[in-house]
Antibody
């Protein structure tokens, strides 16, 4: 059974850097074709794909946020970390990590973690 | 920048059939976009329903089906039930490892 869980701060100040950790079990992120993605959802709004990391350590980012995002993985800890710099109140959202299947689908998802950006 | 489009809302009667679509602001959706569909109910994380255009995720009932119809991806729910109410999102593979979600469709069953 695959499970994922996000962890990190619930409140960050504007201009700070957000660091979120996705801890997973039930699969290896080094298995060919697989990966982990990050998706966010502002309150009452749609899902937005942010980034994903592949089994071979290839990394892809949303073009609109690329300059602010970094995704890394620690295979020994079964963790994927997302950092987002220069946080702004518009970045307030629930942040999800998800297992990425080999034809670019996300299943399952973590429960999500709400991050509020406020001074 | 190409945007993934979905109907903002849809309504279906219990037992009825509804087809939600997923298009592009510019161009046509094909199987090469590997369309996937997700259901989200209030307060819950999204749940995968369909991937690779028409493959149901584990445990998803067969009244959910996917296809490419014309120039859009489509999710059809046959025999709608009350617990099908929620938000439905499609996602497309845009190439170069990039994914994009649509704006979501709020489905009401009444």
């Amino acid at each position: 059974q695959i499970t994922l869980k996000e962890s990190g701060p619930t409140l960050v100040k504007p201009t700070q850097t957000l660091t979120l950790t996705c801890t997973f079990s039930g699969f290896s992120v080094t298995t060919r074709g697989l990966g982990v993605g990050w998706i966010r959802q502002p309150p009452g709004k749609a899902l937005e794909w942010l980034a994903q990391i592949y089994w071979d350590d290839d990394k892809r980012y949303s073009p609109s946020l690329k300059s602010r995002l970094t995704i890394t993985k620690d295979t020994s800890k079964n963790q994927v970390v997302l950092t987002m710099t220069n946080m702004d109140p518009v970045d307030t959202a629930t942040y999800y990590c998800a297992h990425r299947g080999n034809t670019n689908w996300f299943d399952p998802w973590g429960q999500g973690t709400l991050v509020t950006v406020s001074s | 920048q190409t945007v993934v489009t979905q109907e903002p809302s849809f309504s279906v009667s219990p037992g009825g059939t509804v087809t939600l679509t997923c298009g592009l602001s510019s161009g046509s959706v094909s199987t090469g976009y590997y369309p996937s569909w997700y259901q989200q109910t209030p307060g819950q994380a999204p749940r995968a329903l369909i991937h690779s255009t028409n493959t149901r995720s584990s445990g998803v009932p067969d009244r959910f089906s996917g296809a490419v119809l014309g120039n859009k991806a489509a999710l059809t729910i046959t025999g709608a039930q009350a617990d099908d109410e929620g938000d439905y999102y499609c996602a497309l593979y845009m190439g170069s490892g990039i994914s994009a979600f649509g704006g979501g469709t709020r489905l009401t069953v009444l």
